[in-house]
């Protein structure tokens, strides 16, 4: 647990600090940018709206990546996203290799690419992510090295490692 | 793959200013922040409020310093029930209506034992010999919609096994840092849901083993998770276990590509359901931030069927009001295992 500070911060103040790593893990989990608009949105409504009480910095960084990892799970269950297809989306990428490395990302099952994230981005631990999203460190570990596996095969066979 | 080139692919996405404006816009329009900004020119009104205050807590004091024969007790009872009918009908109403359904995730979880599938089944996909007093707990996901910000606590009582959910979950969580991994005893008859810090400590009865029952409530105070024991030498079928086992994944769940048998699966599930939510009663019990209590008694039996990967399950309440029919899907089961 870190430090207790900034827990009396305006929401606008919560907003500006968690607003790129919010947006990110949705990007992560949904793989869309129109998506992780609608899902940032939703996450800091969310926090008005509960009014959670933290007791530390890091509890509310978890709770925000809960509910982020939440609200884009339940976007991706809605009707609306079970029943359209997304338009392709104008990234661009600074090498062919990212693009290639996005490509395979997105071929992960979400559950994998916001493990990744986490890890990866977010220098979380397997145990800090599993306290967040609420699964064993054992699955974590195991998320990670499948997500591992697959990005590997499928580089490999696309003959890009 | 390299963390840099993660990083390096991540980087560049953030929301536009744009987004992050309009939410902020939107978070100061939101009611809460009205109601905040509200009391806080309130309590710009000067010293009235604060002497008002002080003169409420100079006569309570009084009364419990020199009270009269009974008078501290009534004071609460009346305080209790002012608090109750006013704030019950946004809250503790909802308390009473099951509004989820089961959901999500089975578990199973055996004591005396942890570590990855083979571990617990040997190399012709049998269980290895468990010791005797190895269990699993079988959970299902509920929403409860029990939250709001009066809400301290909330006990659920579930066929004499019990929950409860403290206020204050992170505190309860510090000494288990180090025993992140699953569920386990932290003393006789309470598991903790490890490393979950949004989850706590559950009180469990032991001296009902299979009808009892421990639980959780999720971060944002909406959902509750419970487990029954089951003693599996008696109440399972254990090549049906073993078989299970060997079609799932220990840690994440089904992700469908093991699942060549679905009607094993499918019967599994509706057995393990069915035996867990017969005859049903569930007491709920919450307590306000004033210290105000509200209890209620919800008795029910649930009917299970698995549909593929959809699941219905229907709830149907023995006391009126209850419960409405609900169809769940994302179906998924987990393993888990552990040695306490």
């Known amino acids: 647990m870190g430090t207790i500070t900034y827990l009396t911060d305006s929401p606008e103040a919560v907003v500006r600090r968690y607003a790129d790593m919010v947006y990110k893990l949705a990007y992560a989990r949904t793989g869309s940018r129109a998506d992780a608009d609608d899902v940032f949105q939703e996450v800091f409504l969310r926090y008005m709206e509960k009014a959670p009480s933290f007791s530390s910095e890091e509890h509310r960084k978890s709770w925000l990546i809960r509910v982020t990892v939440n609200c884009a799970k339940t976007l991706k269950a809605s009707y609306w996203n079970r029943n359209t297809e997304g338009l392709s989306e104008n990234i661009v990428f600074d090498s062919p290799e990212q693009y290639d490395l996005q490509r395979e990302l997105m071929r992960l099952e979400p559950k994998y690419r916001e493990v990744v994230h986490l890890f990866y981005y977010e220098d979380m631990s397997c145990e800090q992510i599993a306290s967040v999203l609420g699964i064993s460190g054992a699955a974590v570990r195991t998320r990670l090295s499948r997500a591992r596996s697959a990005l590997k095969k499928w580089m490999k066979e696309e003959d890009y490692a | ?340």
Not at chain 2, 33 to 43: E, H, I, T
Not at chain 2, 164 to 175: E, G, N, Q, R
């Open chain 2, 1 to 340: 793959m390299l963390k840099e080139e993660y990083k390096e692919l991540m980087d560049p996405i953030s929301p536009s200013s744009e987004l992050t404006e309009k939410t902020i816009r939107k978070m100061k329009e939101h009611p809460k922040a009205a109601k905040k900004q509200k009391r806080s020119l309130r309590s710009k009104r000067g010293w009235i409020p604060v002497i008002a205050a002080a003169l409420v807590a100079v006569t309570v004091l009084t009364l419990v310093l020199f009270r009269p024969f009974g008078a501290h007790s009534f004071s609460i009872l009346a305080r209790a029930a002012d608090t109750v009918s006013e704030l019950s009908d946004k809250e503790f109403v909802t308390v009473a209506q099951m509004t989820g359904a089961p959901g999500g995730s089975l578990f199973l979880n055996f004591s005396g034992l942890y570590g990855e599938e083979e571990e617990i089944l040997d190399e012709n996909g049998r269980l290895k010999d468990l010791p005797d007093d190895a269990y699993m707990l079988l959970g299902a996901y509920y929403n409860l919609d029990i939250a709001g910000e009066n809400v301290k606590q909330v006990r659920v009582s579930l066929n004499n096994g019990k929950f409860m959910v403290p206020d204050d979950l992170s505190s309860k969580l510090t000494a288990f840092d180090d025993r992140t991994e699953s569920y386990y005893g932290a003393e006789e008859g309470v598991f903790v849901e490890g490393g979950q810090s949004f989850y706590s400590a559950l009180s469990y009865d032991s001296a009902d083993p299979i009808k009892g029952s421990a639980g959780f409530m999720d971060s944002e105070g909406d959902g509750v998770m419970w487990f029954v024991r089951h003693d599996y030498r008696e109440s399972t079928d254990r090549e049906l276990l073993e078989k299970l086992m060997s079609l799932s994944s220990m840690n994440g769940g089904f992700s469908g590509d093991k699942l060549e048998d679905k009607d094993l699966f499918i019967k599994v599930n509706e057995d393990y359901y069915n035996e867990m939510f017969r005859d049903v009663v569930m007491t709920v019990e919450v307590t306000f931030n004033n210290g105000a209590v509200s209890k209620k008694e919800i008795r029910f039996t649930a009917e299970c069927s698995v549909d593929g990967y959809q699941t219905v399950n229907r709830l149907k309440s023995t006391s009126p009001d209850t419960f409405e029919e609900v169809t769940l899907y994302n179906y998924t089961i987990t393993l888990k295992a552990k040695i306490d």
